[in-house]
């Protein structure tokens, strides 16, 4: 999940981000380090539920 916390959208690694929660399924590496140097954005890689029933 990647939070906006920038007073409106913003876009960043080719990716249109809304305000608030924005969530993913993947993302590549390359697409992370992007988002993670940018202030606007905070990360938190959650576990599918799936993962965590096995």
Not at 42 to 54: F, G, L, T, Y
Request: charged share 40%.
């Amino acid at each position: 999940m990647i939070i906006v916390t920038a007073e409106n959208k913003c876009r960043r690694a080719g990716i249109d981000f809304k305000k608030g929660k924005n969530e993913f399924k993947q993302l590549s590496a390359a697409k992370l380090a992007q988002i993670d140097a940018d202030a606007r954005l905070s990360v938190e890689h959650i576990k599918e539920k799936e993962d965590a029933e096995k």
